[in-house]
């Protein structure tokens, strides 16, 4: 293996460093976007990789090596490790590969329960429903058109102008399909565990995403601080809410009512600019990795074709 196929490694640490950090310095919907595409990438190129690595130590293997026409010698090269060590990257991918099959089925089973689930609250212009309910709550519903769901005891709790907070965040959801993004990054997370602490940061970015919105929509950042606190006050230990679903008071609310008392956040294109650069280098290694090795099987294919 080169050292330009080491990157998506280095990249998860990375990330699982610096993906909190990143999450927090840049603008919410630029570190959703971006910390979403690396996960992706990340978890695709170490796969990738891993599944290469494992290919090329077992493919010296006699009976790999006949099966294939390629010469054991030339695939082998100058690795010194014996063709078994390729069994365990071989079963940390079908691990990996396993985990993240459970969560995509989760992902499909949640998100198809979400959508009838609005099927069955029938048609809503604004994407609004309000359930009569002596709990309070509110989140928003994915699905092919979505609802937002609010109980009556969350409004009967709030006040007009953090009512209007409170709908405009869900809005904020339901608008720019933030689950899309947590669902993508935690399945990438479920393939590269590593991955774990900038999924848990998309989730945080989506929140903020929809609590500047809200502050744009009410004009008043200390209304959504305070919708923000009353909401969670009044829905502590509701469990109502789906587990596909995105709800106001659900993640982080220190820290977003923190941002919240400070100006809107300003851009940070010398940070974007290098995370782009990263997810960049990563793909343009795993691309590397793959050139490299059907270079060297063509050689060794060849080898094997001459010497027969």
């Known amino acids: 293996m080169t050292a330009v196929a080491l990157t998506p490694f280095v990249t998860s640490l990375l990330l699982a460093v610096g993906g909190g950090w990143l999450g927090r310095r840049l603008r919410p919907a630029a570190a959703t976007r971006l910390l979403t595409a690396a996960c992706l990438v990340t978890a695709l190129a170490t796969g990738f990789v891993l599944s290469v690595v494992a290919?090329?130590?077992?493919?010296?293997?006699?009976?790999?090596?006949?099966?294939?026409?390629?010469?054991?010698?030339?695939?082998?090269?100058?690795?010194?490790?014996?063709?078994?060590?390729?069994?365990?990257?071989?079963?940390?991918?079908?691990?990996?590969?396993?985990?993240?099959?459970?969560?995509?089925?989760?992902?499909?089973?949640?998100?198809?329960?979400?959508?009838?689930?609005?099927?069955?609250?029938?048609?809503?212009?604004?994407?609004?429903?309000?359930?009569?309910?002596?709990?309070?709550?509110?989140?928003?519903?994915?699905?092919?058109?979505?609802?937002?769901?609010?109980?009556?005891?969350?409004?009967?709790?709030l006040p007009p102008d953090e009512r209007r907070v409170l709908l405009a965040h869900e809005h904020s959801h339901l608008r720019h399909r933030h689950h899309a993004y947590t669902q993508l990054a935690d399945l990438a997370a479920a393939a590269n565990p590593l991955l774990r602490t900038p999924a848990a940061a998309v989730r945080l970015a989506v929140e903020r995403w929809a609590d500047e919105d809200a502050a744009t929509t009410a004009d008043n950042r200390a209304v959504v601080v305070r919708a923000l606190a009353r909401a969670g006050i009044a829905r502590s230990g509701t469990v109502?809410?789906?587990?596909?679903?995105?709800?106001?008071?659900?993640?982080?609310?220190?820290?977003?009512?923190?941002?919240?008392?400070?100006?809107?956040?300003?851009?940070?294109?010398?940070?974007?600019?290098?995370?782009?650069?990263?997810?960049?280098?990563?793909?343009?290694?795993?691309?590397?990795?793959?050139?490299?090795?059907?270079?060297?099987?063509e050689h060794a294919q060849a080898t094997f074709a001459h010497r027969s």
């Open 55 to 157: 290919f090329t130590l077992l493919a010296p293997i006699p009976t790999l090596a006949a099966f294939g026409h390629w010469s054991a010698t030339v695939v082998r090269g100058h690795d010194p490790l014996p063709a078994t060590a390729g069994l365990l990257p071989a079963v940390v991918v079908v691990g990996l590969l396993a985990a993240a099959a459970r969560r995509a089925v989760a992902v499909g089973r949640d998100l198809a329960a979400a959508e009838l689930t609005c099927r069955r609250l029938g048609p809503a212009p604004t994407g609004l429903v309000i359930v009569d309910d002596d709990h309070p709550d509110a989140y928003t519903l994915p699905g092919l058109t979505g609802r937002i769901i609010v109980s009556t005891a969350m409004l009967r709790a």
């Open 240 to 297: 109502t809410m789906p587990t596909a679903s995105l709800g106001a008071v659900d993640t982080d609310l220190a820290h977003r009512a923190r941002a919240l008392r400070e100006p809107p956040p300003k851009p940070q294109p010398a940070l974007a600019l290098a995370l782009t650069a990263l997810i960049l280098a990563t793909a343009a290694a795993a691309v590397d990795t793959s050139h490299t090795t059907e270079h060297r099987f």
